[in-house]
């Protein structure tokens, strides 16, 4: 027997087909907070043109930082955590600290800190709290549809892994934890992945990781469509911390969310990208000559960049106080094989379950400045933090502050 579909509509003029089951959940049936989860999703759906909500294998929620969702984001996810289960695999972003290091913060952040947490947990998330969940966790195949809120990794699994998610918000992702569905729109269709404009980049050797994610910064900022195509001297591949810092850089400037590369760029607006347009982005964001502490870790680092600080700082100890943000996950691993040790042994910090960008290990009250090598970290830092950046490379991070 057919399936019989039912039209939603907000608007009166767009809609968005359901299925009877889901017309159901939205109309309350299955409780409020599913309710609720459905609505936002066919609003979303009207307003980027879905005509129906597709499943998803995969969500990956943001908001579970409280600097990022304040006291309105705690009362809220405790009233939806009352009603809301989680239907797909479901994991998180950083939160704010490291529980095993709570450094004298305010009792208020911690409070409201483990009220989220718990939130969370009761909905019946993984308790990942990290923003490279790609690092951590088996990928489905290629083509799976999936919702990822945390903008670096939802750039990187529409452009490295062949996943499917658009730039999602905490909100709409949560919508599809809960629902296990996402509208059929933007980069979950072909021809949105199929980019309009290429980014030609010349005379640039792109020698380290910041040189990436400054590229990325000046392609979100400038490309206004869903994907990109990068061409030039920036090659055919890359290796998986470029590519990290690269899809930072464009999820942090705009609303971009797939690049490629080695495709033909004929037929494609082009748009240049050379020493000049890198500078005036570096210098957008380096805001200070030297910094009072060192962060590394936005995106939170992986094994592979964990190995290469800890070659780099091989029989060196750093002069000013180095905090390294990587996942639970990520430092287990490396404790295993040696490589928290050895860059402990340098002075390095680990901060796990946390990251960078709007923690209250670094603010304006503690430091007036901080040394980075993450453009992410630099915008948020200088933006919300209010803490301004010096902006290095991990080369010259490493050259410069350690004996």
Not at 110 to 139: H, K, L, N, W
Not at 237 to 254: C, D, E, V
């Amino acid at each position: 027997m057919q399936e019989i579909w039912f039209l939603y509509s907000v608007y009166g003029d767009v809609f968005v087909e359901l299925t009877r089951e889901e017309e159901r959940a939205l109309a309350g049936e299955e409780g409020e907070a599913l309710a609720m989860a459905y609505r936002i999703l066919a609003a979303i759906g009207e307003a980027t043109g879905a005509k129906r909500l597709v499943p998803i294998k995969w969500a990956h929620v943001s908001g579970v930082n409280y600097n990022t969702i304040g006291d309105a984001g705690v009362q809220f996810l405790e009233k939806f955590s009352e009603g809301a289960r989680v239907a797909v695999k479901t994991t998180i972003n950083p939160m704010g600290y490291d529980r095993s290091r709570p450094e004298q913060l305010p009792e208020k952040f911690i409070e409201r800190q483990a009220s989220i947490m718990r939130s969370y947990e009761r909905m019946g998330v993984t308790p990942s709290f990290t923003c490279t969940p790609y690092e951590v966790f088996d990928i489905p195949k290629k083509g799976t549809a999936v919702s990822f809120a945390e903008s670096n990794a939802a750039v990187f699994s529409n452009s490295l892994l062949g996943l499917r998610t658009n730039k999602e918000s905490a909100l709409s992702a949560l919508a599809s934890s809960v629902t296990g569905k996402a509208p059929l729109s933007d980069l979950r269709l072909d021809e949105a992945r199929s980019p309009r404009v290429a980014i030609e980049t010349k005379g640039l050797a792109f020698e380290s990781d910041l040189d990436y994610g400054l590229l990325g910064y000046f392609a979100g900022k400038v490309v206004k469509d869903s994907s990109v195509a990068l061409a030039g001297s920036i090659g055919s591949s890359i290796g998986r911390p470029q590519a990290k810092a690269l899809s930072a850089g464009i999820g942090t400037s705009g609303s971009c969310g797939m690049f490629s590369l080695g495709d033909s760029i004929a037929g494609k607006e082009k748009i240049a990208f050379g020493k000049e347009e890198a500078k005036k982005a570096r210098d957008e964001l380096n805001t200070a000559e030297d910094g009072d502490i060192i962060t590394l870790g936005s995106p939170q680092l992986g094994l592979e960049e964990l190995a290469t600080l800890a070659k780099m700082t091989e029989g060196k100890k750093f002069n000013k106080r180095c905090m390294i943000f990587c996942s639970r996950a990520i430092h287990n691993q490396a404790t295993k094989i040696g490589l928290t040790g050895q860059i402990e042994k340098a002075g390095g910090e680990f901060m796990c379950d946390s990251c960078t960008c709007l923690t209250p290990y670094v603010d304006k009250d503690k430091y007036d400045s901080v040394v980075t090598s993450s453009v992410k970290a630099a915008y948020y830092m200088n933006n919300s933090n209010k803490v301004r950046v010096a902006l290095k490379d991990i080369k010259t991070i490493v050259k410069e502050y350690t004996r």
